[in-house]
């Protein structure tokens, strides 16, 4: 397969070029994103942080569902806004709390395969869902859930907080299959007991609380190497990686793993002295784990294959989604 054709698959992927439009939204809000001044992380992360005393953070977050998954699937739509939500909160190495949700439907069968979707959710990631709001007289269907989670101030993992000489981690469970009738979703969930699933959720706190690693984020629609690309440009900061050593299903090509929302995976950086200790604690959750570069201070993302190298995202002059973390 033609590496420039992979390179440039991953920077016209629309799963990373939709994000250019938070640097739009961020603008507006900057300004006053911490009026009250106990705003601890903000935009660029997986959820915000809020400082409620006592050492602790409240962690916030919300998902919309894409409208083609709605068109695709509404029970899976469901079911994947509990999945995306919690693995906001848990990328964070935190607890997650509850969620509240929006639903917009005049469709009582499609409103009801949503709940169903949402239901199945909870139970497996153990999560409640509290409340939330109904538009039952739309004429559209869509969904969107918000999560509220708790973390210790010193264990949070932020996006931003990556370091020169840092180790890049790639986990992902490869013990998944594509979703009937989609192209993007790696299912390793639903087919899962809620111990499995949930011991992937809680090693993130594990890994928070021992302080092995610098930033972390959960993969999702940008896909692997663009979810790394954002939490570089959180941190200001770029990387070399070795894309022979990031861990992908032996039957699948590169072009659609870079594109895949994996169920449960992450990527997250750490110090030589505690990498192989973050490496062992993720495999235990039966999520593959691997280092596959170091961290650059030159803003630069750049990708190694058969002793060629390319540039995926130069931060000196383009944007994923245009700023470096507030915080």
């Known amino acids: 397969m033609d590496f420039g054709e992979i390179i440039e698959s991953i920077r016209t992927f629309k799963g990373v070029t939709r994000k250019h439009s938070i640097a739009d939204v961020r603008e507006k809000l900057k300004d006053i994103y911490n009026i009250s001044g106990d705003v601890y992380l903000a935009f660029g992360d997986d959820a915000a942080a809020i400082d409620i005393g006592n050492d602790q953070l409240m962690l916030l977050a919300t998902d919309g569902i894409w409208g083609s998954l709605m068109q695709i699937d509404p029970w899976w739509s469901g079911y994947c806004s509990v999945l995306v939500n919690v693995n906001d909160i848990a990328a964070m190495g935190g607890r997650p709390m ?106 993130m706190n594990t890994i928070g609380k021992k302080h092995l690693v610098h930033a972390a984020k959960d993969i999702s629609n940008p896909g692997i190497v663009g979810t790394l690309g954002m939490l570089l440009e959180a941190s200001n900061m770029g990387a070399k990686i070795n894309m022979d050593e990031i861990p992908k299903p032996d039957d699948m090509d590169w072009i659609r793993w870079f594109k895949m929302y994996p169920g449960s995976a992450f990527v997250l950086t750490a110090p030589d002295e505690t990498t192989d200790e973050t490496l062992k604690l993720l495999n235990s959750a039966n999520i593959t784990a691997t280092t596959i570069g170091c961290v650059t201070d030159d803003k630069n993302l750049q990708m190694t294959y058969e002793n060629q190298i390319k540039t995926v995202f130069d931060f000196n002059s383009e944007i994923i989604m245009g700023f470096s973390e507030d915080k």
């Open 98 to 203: 509850g969620m509240t949700n929006v639903l917009s439907s005049s469709d009582e069968e499609i409103t009801n395969q949503i709940m169903d979707g949402i239901k199945e959710g909870v139970k497996k990631f153990g999560v409640p869902m509290v409340g939330g709001h109904t538009h039952p007289d739309t004429p559209y269907n869509s969904l969107d859930v918000a999560i509220s989670g708790i973390v210790d101030k010193d264990a949070i993992i932020p996006s931003c907080g990556a370091k020169l000489d840092d180790n890049v981690i790639v986990a992902i469970d490869l013990d998944g299959s594509i979703y009937p009738n989609t192209e993007i979703n790696w299912d390793t969930t639903s087919d899962k007991t809620p111990e499995y699933v949930q011991k992937q959720i809680q090693i």
